[in-house]
């Protein structure tokens, strides 16, 4: 009785394992579908396109990596403190996602060129938050 107890535990212990493993997967594959719809919108000049993709980015963002508790779950065993940098990470990618939401509102009464260039940059600091945190948790040294 024990042995059989023992086995269905295991196998359920295996099963939470691969479903954590599976939602770090889909929501990162949504994280990389909104920074890809993002880019789309910067490359064809597509304000609404960018205004929109950020706004699923954000959303996204937020719910994946603002939470410190909730990703470390996700991380496997080895990587937890990671975590960390998760929430560094969410607020760099953050931070730049403003910068993109004041240059389409004009927040600072700039023109249209120095707009256009200020948000793309931020685009890419915001794709390079996304490398920066690969790098580590990929990093087998
Ligand atoms: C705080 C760390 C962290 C940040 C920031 C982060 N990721 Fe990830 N990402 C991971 C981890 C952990 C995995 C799973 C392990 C692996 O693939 O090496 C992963 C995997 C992925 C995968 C592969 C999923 C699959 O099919 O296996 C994609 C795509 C991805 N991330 C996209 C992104 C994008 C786009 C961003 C930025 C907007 C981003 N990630 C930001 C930690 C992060």
Redesign the pocket.
């Known amino acids: 009785m024990k042995k059989i107890v023992g086995k269905y535990l295991g196998t359920i212990v295996i099963l939470g394992t691969l479903l954590v493993a599976y939602d ?2 889909t929501n ?2 949504m ?2 579908t909104d ?1 890809q719809v993002v880019q789309q919108g910067f490359i064809t000049s597509n304000k609404k396109g960018v205004a929109d993709a950020i706004e699923r ?1 954000a959303k996204h ?1 937020q719910e994946l ?1 603002g939470n410190k508790e909730k ?1 470390e779950k996700m ?1 496997p065993k080895n ?1 937890k403190e ?1 975590a960390n ?2 929430v560094m ?1 969410a607020q760099i ?1 953050a931070h730049n996602i403003q910068i993109i939401r004041d240059a389409i509102v004009n927040k600072y009464n700039q023109s249209e060129t120095i707009r256009r260039e200020e948000a793309q940059r931020a685009y890419t600091y ?1 794709e390079h ?2 490398f920066r ?2 790098n580590i ?2 990093d087998v040294n």
Request: net charge positive.
């Open positions: 770090l997967k990162m594959q994280l990389n920074l980015l963002t990596l990703f991380l990587k990671k940098e998760a990470s990618i915001i938050a996304c945190c690969h948790v990929r």
